[in-house]
């Protein structure tokens, strides 16, 4: 039995995949302690007016 799929393009993607999610999960995480960071300054800013 033959497959249409490519197998090697396969496996490429199947490497891919996990570092995508990997890097996507990094970034949410800088994201996130940035806007902790921002909303700690402005906070600040806004208690010394």
Do not use: C, W
Request: negative net charge; glycine residues 4%.
């Amino acid at each position: 039995m033959l497959s249409d799929r490519d197998t090697a393009a396969d496996n490429e993607n199947v490497v891919l995949d996990p570092a995508l999610d990997r890097f996507e999960q990094g970034l949410a995480f800088v994201t996130t302690m940035l806007h902790g960071i921002y909303d700690r300054t402005a906070a600040f800013h806004q208690s010394i007016k």
